[in-house]
């Protein structure tokens, strides 16, 4: 089934991750250990990083996010705080900015390393979809630790020897930080280069700003060929900061580069926050992040230096709009709109159970393979199901 069931979490991550706190941006915590090197197992969802890590005690589940600053916790979590900080304005790379508390953490240990002093922003409500308890960002690496992340054998390589991996191969880009988080300029289309956040919290391969889409599209034959269709909706609702409704271009691109490494056949969209390279990109190869070269080298498990990715275009974007559940965005070549789901649709119930907000909407989880029912009502209070198989 060409079809896809996503929360506006999904395709904002690029967005919400790079709220960066810059007038209390710090990495003057401390480390437990000096010229180490520690492997540290992962768990790997299929689209997402999780490191495990323990606080008094108790270990927590923390989303690996190179494209978040900091570090994020969220207050219904249960994680511990050892000092509030205050709230400070919170800027993001799409325009926005917000008011957010930063707390300090009592001491953390991930793998052997203990780390004292380490700040985060405190949320005070989990984003829909999030089953983690928080979000290590990219602050360990401005430290001067050097990753490898290698989903193959469910691990990173964490240390502060600065030439660990020096001898080791791959397709190397050089980032530059931007709101305390790297981008790389990777290229969607022969003889075009896009600046794109490198973010291991964004489960797609890649997806590209809108503005910079139509930047690539004027008067360019074979970039308007790499589109399937377009469609108008939201990935989100006006409160986050992005315009409520505007133009989705579903795109099926011939290759996608990452310096000389080619991913063919890709599918994606358009976005209404920034471009983002995510961990999709961990499926096809380990990848190493060394700050004092500031570069990120992807070394690709077929030893090719190209793959076919042939994933399924994008379908269907669920927001919260009015405390409900609605249908932002839909492609008119999904299951969904083919058997009657419309954009701006508020689900009412799944499966028979009532959906009476988006909290609820939320905390449903869609496996794969399996159908499900949606009663939806329409923007004139007309009532319908949809079945469809995720």
């Known amino acids: 089934m060409r079809k896809i069931i996503a929360t506006a979490l999904v395709l904002l991550s690029c967005a ?8 209390q941006y710090a990495t003057t915590f401390t480390l437990s250990e000096r010229f180490f090197a520690d492997t540290i197992s992962v768990e790997w969802t299929g689209s997402q990083p999780i490191v495990p890590v323990t606080i008094e005690g108790h270990t927590y589940r923390f989303l690996l996010d190179t494209g978040s600053a900091q570090a994020t916790v969220y207050a219904t979590s249960a994680i511990p705080c050892k000092a509030d900080l205050g709230g400070i304005i919170s800027p993001g790379a799409n325009g926005s900015a917000d008011t957010v508390r930063a707390v300090e953490l009592p001491t953390i240990r991930i793998g052997r390393v203990s780390i004292s002093g380490y700040v985060a922003s405190l949320s005070t409500t989990r984003p829909a979809g999030v089953r983690y308890d928080g979000i290590l960002g990219f602050d360990l690496i401005n430290k001067g630790l050097s990753l490898k992340i290698d989903i193959r054998q469910n691990r990173i390589i964490l240390t502060d020897i600065k030439d660990f991996f020096e001898r080791e191969k791959g397709y190397q880009l050089h980032y530059k930080l931007k709101w305390f988080a790297p981008y790389v300029n990777v290229s969607p289309f022969m003889r075009h280069v896009d600046e794109a956040l490198f ?3 964004l489960p797609q391969l ?11 599209s004027y008067r360019s034959k074979q970039v308007n060929a790499q589109v399937e269709s377009h469609a108008k909706g939201s990935l989100s609702a006006a409160s986050l900061g992005h315009k409520p409704t505007d133009e989705v271009f579903f795109l099926r691109l011939n290759r996608f580069k990452w310096d000389d490494y080619s991913f063919n056949d890709v599918h994606t969209i358009t976005t209404q926050g920034g471009s983002c390279v995510g961990a999709t990109l961990l499926n096809y190869g380990c990848i190493v992040v060394n700050p004092r070269r500031k570069t990120i080298t992807f070394q690709p498990y077929n030893g ?13 974007a669920f927001i919260k709009a009015d405390g409900k559940a609605k249908v932002g965005l839909i492609w008119h070549e999904s299951e969904g709109y083919a058997k009657g789901m419309r954009r701006g649709d ?10 009476p907000d988006y909290e609820a909407f ?12 949606f009663g939806l009502r329409d923007a004139k209070g007309n009532e319908k199901r949809v079945t469809l198989t995720r």
Do not use: W
């Open 16 to 23: 919400t991750s790079l709220t960066a706190q810059e007038s």
């Open 304 to 316: 090719s230096d190209s793959v076919t990715v042939g994933n399924k275009q994008f379908g269907i």
């Open 346 to 355: 508020t689900v009412v119930s799944i499966d028979g159970l009532p959906i």
């Open 199 to 201: 973010a291991t919290g």
């Open 362 to 373: 939320a905390c449903r989880t869609f496996e794969s393979g399996h159908a499900y029912t």
């Open 206 to 216: 890649y997806v590209m700003s809108l503005d910079a889409f139509r930047v690539h």
